[in-house]
Structures are given as C-alpha cells and as structure tokens.
C-alpha cells in the first residue's frame, strides 16, 4: 500500500506548485514598459560603466527595501534612501520589514565581499524588471550607490502604465567607483560666518554628487569660530566681527560635533583648519600674548591678507596650539587637522620653517596627518602630511620631492570665491574669472606637471569675503561644484564638457527642488519647465 499514497502525495504536490505558481503569475502584474536607456541618462558623476538592458522598474507603493542583515549602518543607509524617495516621490517604502510575499520589487543593498575592487568606494548596481541590487564591500560604498540610485529615479510617475502610480527606473547595471579618495569643498566660515544649518544644507548638496570631505576653513584674521574650552576668550573677542563689520559668530563644540554628525551620516568626514602661523589676528586681539607682528592687535573687518603672525618662539604658544589641536581633534573623527600655513607674509622665513615643523608635531600626537597650504612643502615635513595645491608650482615640486600627497586646488581653475564673469554679483578676480566651462575643462590628473602617483584628490575652496549668506553661497558654488565633483570621481576618458553640460541642464529639477539658488550660467541650457527662466531674469 506504500506505493499509491507516494503517488497521491506527488500529485497532491503537483498541483499545489501549480496553483502557488498561478497565484504568483496573477499577482504579478504585467506591464509593458517604453524603451528606457540607462546609460543615456543624466548622472554627475558619471560612473565608469553603464550597460543598458532597456527595460523598466516599477518603483511604487508596493516596493520594498531590504539591507544586508546584522548591519545596522547598511541600514542606515537603506533608510536614508527611503527618506529621499519620500522626499521625491512621497512613497512611503518599508525598509527590511518582515513580509515580502506580496511585494511585487524590491530593492536589496548588500554587503558583499565579492567586489573585486581595491576602492573602498566602489559600488555596482544591478537593475531588472523585478529587482534593483546595490552591492558594495564597504557602507560608503552603499552610501555612493544610493545617490547614483536616487538620480535615475523619475520626477514624475507614469500613469498610464498601471493602476497605481508608478515611477520607471531604467534597467541595467553600473559598476562604478571613483578615481580619487579624496573630494573635497572648503568652506570659509571666517571672513563670514555660516551657521549651522547653512552647513549642513551645503553638505545635503555635497553629498547627492558623491563628494567625501568638508573643509571648514575655522579661524582667520576676520574671526575665530570654533569654541576652544581652555581658551574662552577666542570666541568671545575674535569671534565677535567678522568682514564688513557684521556680528560674526561661532560654532559651540556641540555645534561643531552637529555638523561632524550630520556629515558623518552622508559619510563625508570633516576637515577642520586652524590657519597659522599668518591669518591669525583674531587669535592674537583674543590672547595678544600670541602676536609675533610686534603691532598691538585690533579686531579686523577688511579683506588685507598677510599681515598677522603668530610669535613663533615662545613655548606659551606652542602651549596654545597644543590645547587646540587636542580639542578639535577629539571632536573630528577624520584622519586630517588641516593647519593652514599660507600667505605668512610677516613671518621670517626661518621662522616659518621652524613653526611649521614643530606644529606637524603636535598634530601627529594627536594622531592627525597635516594637510596644509602648498607653502608648508618649504618646510622640513614628513612624507604622511599633505601639501594642498592652490597656486606655486614650486612649492608643488617641493612636496613631490618630499614624495607627499596634494590636493588639487588650483585658484585659476578650482576657487569657487572667483566670479564667473564680469557681471557676477558676488566673487573676486585675482586669480580671473571661472565660467562654468573653465571650470570644469582641465585635467586634475596631469594639472602644472603634477604626477598622479601624488595626487589624493581634488577640493574646491569658497572664501567668504564677498559673500554672507546661504543664497550668495549656492550663487558662487553652485553649478560649479557640481563639475568638480566629476573631475574627481569621473576618469579623464569619460569627461567630456559638451556632453557634461547636456547631463548640468538637467540638474535644474534637483536644485530647485533643493531651493538652491545656482547661477544659471547661458552657457546652460537649462530644462526650460524647471522655472530656470524665471531665475535667468532674476540675474
Ligand atoms: C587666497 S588661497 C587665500 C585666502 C583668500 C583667498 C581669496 C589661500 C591659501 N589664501 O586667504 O581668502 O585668496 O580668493
């Protein structure tokens, strides 16, 4: 009798595959989707490869997203996508729910060893009809595939396709990663001063084109904007004015551990510089025991350079230094104290020399790598700390002979504080004027003869001293930092300025609805229903 009940049991099976194959097939809905092309679409920075397969996602309210178990910051990273999606979409995606029976696509970002990449940032992402996977060895990596995600994700849904709302996400697969580690702004909270939500707006921007570092340029001769707890009178006094004669201002450390929060959340890594020993005036009005100019101080609102110093010879000072260096460097988890070290016009060569030497130093107790101005390479460094090219060739072959890495920041072609042409409302020219193609048509790879082998990456400066508020901000820095974003992902081989400005033109959707106030250069042609016309007669 053992036989007939095995076959009965076989085609009670059967039919049970065959009527959960039925129900799967009914629920599944089919839908005919128009010819999409993956890599034709509109990305900045724009990954190493695209493959196109020509079909459509349905991103909808039924799609769900799920993360690499136990790790609690790939799902993070899951739910910062869906807060975007929100943002854009206004659906409501679950992230790593229970059920996922009746969700009919889905989206998985996983933590993978298989990427066969030695860039911590690399990322790939498959898409198909029924699922989008982002796989990546590292959570920045997941982090850089999501922004990559959130770009090829539509305005507007398609009606007419289906019943619900859907969004069509082009099919295919990316696998990207970037060519620099290091991509960088800088922001000048000195000359004026920026609060935090300003900031953490700029890093909300920064973030969505893949850059990795904030700079905060902390403390000139304008003002001093970073509570230093054994020295209280830096902001007191040297962070009252600012460039005008404004009321300046300053970041408390809980302040400034926000903003090192908020960052670290888009994983970017801030970058704190404390310029000296020149542009440190305020520091000297504060605590005139510091000034090395031998003039008494006084609080400064002007634009001067070069004319403050700290007194490079007195253990007080380094004492100082010391105290500073440890308090920021507890509160910024990144691997750089940057130490500025430009333009000390008043300070002896030897004295410089000297300064530069003994404060490397202090920031490696502290376990930080210097990167400073390109003028620190004249002094006597280690190969660890970093030289940040801004505008001597010379001192960058004094740091390629000291085999240290640069930052490429070259003022003719990266300082987003030049004016784009004669007319701009806000910038300087002293390094000429940087219109949106200028600034993005130059190879950082090869830029005054510097070998890439030293090149850790691009960073584009904003000083503050023609602009004082969030609008003036984004007028200089926006469209230009988004092509800086792409000198330093993109290889030189998929740069290309005619198409970039096609892929710039359609950018306008995202920063209006960001309400970022870009300079809509008429070099651009801007998607025309974007309201951009509106903002070209505003200029
Ligand atoms: C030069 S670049 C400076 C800054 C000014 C800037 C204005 C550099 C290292 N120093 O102090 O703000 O020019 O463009």
């Not at 005036?281 to 350079?305: D, I």
């Not at 070998?451 to 004082?468: M, R, V, Y």
């Not at 003036?472 to 092509?483: D, H, K, S």
């Not at 800086?484 to 400005?501: A, C, I, K, P, V």
Request: aromatic letters at 12%.
């Amino acid at each position: 009798m053992k036989t007939p009940i095995t076959i009965k049991n076989l085609i009670i099976l059967f039919f049970l595959i065959i009527s959960t194959a039925c129900t799967l097939q009914k629920k599944k809905r089919v839908i005919t989707f128009p010819k999409t092309d993956l890599a034709a679409e509109s990305f900045i920075p724009k990954p190493l490869k695209v493959i196109s397969t020509n079909s459509g996602f349905a991103l909808d309210k039924h799609t769900a997203i799920y993360t690499s178990k136990n790790n609690t910051e790939f799902e993070e990273v899951g739910r910062f996508l869906a807060n975007k999606i929100k943002a854009k979409t206004d659906l409501d995606l679950k992230v790593n729910i229970d059920e996922i029976l009746d969700k009919e696509t889905v989206i998985y970002i996983n933590q993978s060893n298989g990427i066969n990449h030695n860039k911590r940032e690399a990322y790939q992402l498959y898409i198909t009809q029924d699922s989008i996977i982002l796989n990546s060895n590292t959570t920045e990596g997941a982090f850089r595939g999501i922004q990559t995600l959130q770009q090829i994700i539509p305005e507007t849904s398609n009606d007419t396709l289906s019943s619900t709302k859907i969004w069509v996400v082009p099919t295919g697969k990316i696998i990207d990663s970037p060519q620099f580690e290091y991509r960088g702004a800088m922001l000048d909270v000195a000359r004026h001063f920026f609060n935090v939500e300003d900031v953490k707006k700029y890093i909300d921007i920064l973030a969505y084109y893949k850059y990795n570092a904030l700079h905060l340029h902390l403390t000139d001769d304008q003002g001093w904007r970073i509570e230093i707890k054994s020295w209280p009178k830096l902001t007191e006094i040297g962070g009252s004015t600012e460039v005008g004669g404004g009321s300046g201002g300053f970041y408390t450390q809980k302040e400034y551990s926000e903003i090192v929060n908020y960052a670290a959340i888009h994983h970017i890594i801030i970058v704190p510089e404390i310029d000296m020993p020149g542009h440190t005036n305020a520091a000297s009005v504060s605590y005139p025991f510091l000034n090395g100019n031998g003039k008494t101080p006084k609080l400064y609102k002007g634009m001067k350079v070069g004319f403050s110093t700290f007194n490079t010879h007195k253990d007080t000072v380094y004492a100082f230094i010391d105290d500073v260096v440890r308090e920021i460097s507890a509160l910024s988890p990144g691997p750089y104290f940057h130490i500025g070290g430009d333009e000390s016009h008043v300070t002896k060569k030897k004295d410089y020399i000297y300064f530069i030497t003994k404060v490397e130093k202090i920031v490696q107790k502290y376990g930080k790598r210097i990167i400073g101005w390109d003028e620190i390479a004249t002094a006597n460094i280690d190969s660890t700390s970093i030289s940040q090219f801004w505008s001597s060739k010379k001192n960058a072959e004094k740091a390629i002979n000291k085999n240290m890495k640069i930052i490429m920041s070259p003022a003719k072609k990266a300082y987003l504080d030049m004016k784009y042409d004669s007319l701009s409302k806000h910038g300087l020219h002293w390094a000429g004027y940087i219109p949106v193609d200028t600034a993005y048509i130059w190879t950082p790879e090869s830029y005054d003869g510097i070998p890439i082998k030293n090149i850790l990456g691009i960073e584009a400066p904003l000083w503050s001293e023609t602009i004082s508020n969030i609008d003036e901000l984004e007028y200089l820095a926006f469209p230009r930092a988004i092509g800086y974003s792409e000198l330093g992902w993109t290889t030189q081989e998929n740069r290309d300025w005619e198409n970039y400005r096609l892929r710039l033109a359609k950018q306008s959707s995202f920063l209006n609805r960001m309400n970022v106030n870009y300079y809509p250069s008429i070099l651009i042609d801007w998607n025309k229903n974007e309201n951009s016309l509106e903002k070209i007669e505003k200029y």
